[in-house]
């Protein structure tokens, strides 16, 4: 644990702050632009990772596993959003042949 930490710890946080501001703007423009209903699932899960990254960073400069431990809370809320989202896009396809997102404003009511 302690070498992960001092590799961790190298490096200066602020490559860390970057580097999760660039992966999550990424994820942010993904979920903007895409139509795609799986890209937009996948560029919220960068997002998600993003946050991830940062939140062991600062725990590790912290010396508190507080931030690691909320990561694996962080981790299954991904895991279930996936398998719900999925689900649903699946259900979707079955339904409409499609899974654009502009065809699905059709199941407003």
Do not use: C, W
């Given at each position: ?10 490096v200066p946080l ?6 999760s501001?660039?992966i999550?703007?990424?994820g ?11 890209v ?6 960068l ?5 991830n ?11 508190d ?9 962080i981790?299954?809320l991904?895991a279930?959003?996936v398998?719900v989202g999925?689900a ?9 042949n499609?899974?654009?997102i502009?065809v699905?404003?059709?199941?407003k009511w």
């Open positions: 644990m302690q070498d992960i930490v001092k590799t961790i710890q190298g602020n490559h860390y702050i970057l580097l501001a660039i999550f703007s990424i942010v423009t993904g979920v903007l632009i895409r139509r795609n209903a799986i937009i699932f996948m560029s919220v899960e997002m998600l990772n993003a946050v990254l940062l939140l062991t960073a600062f725990s590790a400069f912290s010396n596993p507080a931030g690691q431990v909320f990561v694996f809370f981790m299954a991904a279930a959003e398998a999925l649903i896009i699946v259900m979707i396809y079955r339904n409409t499609t899974i654009d502009n699905m404003n059709r199941l």
